[in-house]
T-cell receptor, first 117, second 112 residues
Framework: DTEVTQTPKHLVMGMTNKKSLKCEQHMGHRAMYWYKQKAKKPPELMFVYSYEKLSINESVPSRFSPECPNSSLLNLHLHALQPEDSALYLC????????????????FGPGTRLLVL | GEDVEQSLFLSVREGDSSVINCTYTDSSSTYLYWYKQEPGAGLQLLTYIFSNMDMKQDQRLTVLLNKKDKHLSLRIADTQTGDSAIYFCAETPNQAGTALIFGKGTTLSVSS
């Protein structure tokens, strides 16, 4: 099973709303990732969790708050977003080899398409 | 710095072979990947090649790696309309603090 699931598939929110994106995998991977993807562009890395600890934060604004409650789940909490935050948000997971997340194959979920009004 | 380059568009006819090319800069990359993204969907891992390999074949897909020239290609045999998508080449530099580095993606259009 190489499936990563994400909910919801679509989300529309106002700039004052608080919402959360959810990601789940049951492959036993101990690294999980959030990416943001604008139309016709490659994904941009936002956060990396390794063994449920935040290991990379790519200078993402604080209105995005990640959480990794256990080894299978990854959340992205959204608050006071801007219209330019509208994008496809992708979750991915990978194994961790010898403590390293880099160099490991990442498997992506279908994404959540977010529209901020 | 790390960079991955791809041509942006490729148009082929159904039944022809497609070849999508990619160049990368980090010679220490351990794996090189091809991901496929259909409209409105997430990224699907198509195939990958370890940096000590020259070629990998998987059904209609053939990946060629020229490590000297840092050139990676994906050949799709007997291209079908269902192969129409954006194809991303990606590398994982062998250094901490980095994850996947993607090319800009090649849009493959298959006409019947």
């Amino acid at each position: 099973d190489t499936e990563v699931t994400q909910t919801p598939k679509h989300l529309v929110m106002g700039m004052t709303n608080k919402k959360s994106l959810k990601c789940e995998q049951h492959m036993g991977h101990r690294a999980m990732y959030w990416y943001k993807q604008k139309a016709k562009k490659p994904p941009e890395l936002m956060f990396v969790y390794s063994y449920e600890k935040l290991s990379i934060n790519e200078s993402v604004p604080s209105r995005f708050s990640p959480e990794c409650p256990n080894s299978s789940l990854l959340n992205l909490h959204l608050h006071a977003l801007q219209p330019e935050d509208s994008a496809l948000y992708l979750c991915a997971s990978s194994q961790v080899n010898s403590g390293r997340t880099y160099g490991e194959t990442q498997y992506f979920g279908p994404g959540t398409r977010l529209l901020v009004l | 710095g790390e960079d991955v380059e791809q041509s942006l568009f490729l148009s082929v006819r159904e039944g022809d072979s497609s070849v999508i090319n990619c160049t990368y800069t980090d010679s220490s990359s351990t794996y090189l990947y091809w991901y496929k993204q259909e409209p409105g969907a997430g990224l699907q891992l198509l195939t990958y090649i370890f940096s000590n390999m020259d070629m990998k074949q998987d059904q209609r897909l053939t990946v060629l790696l020229n490590k000297k020239d840092k050139h990676l290609s994906l050949r799709i045999a007997d291209t079908q309309t269902g192969d129409s998508a954006i194809y991303f080449c990606a590398e994982t530099p062998n250094q901490a603090g980095t994850a996947l580095i993607f090319g800009k993606g090649t849009t493959l259009s298959v006409s019947s």
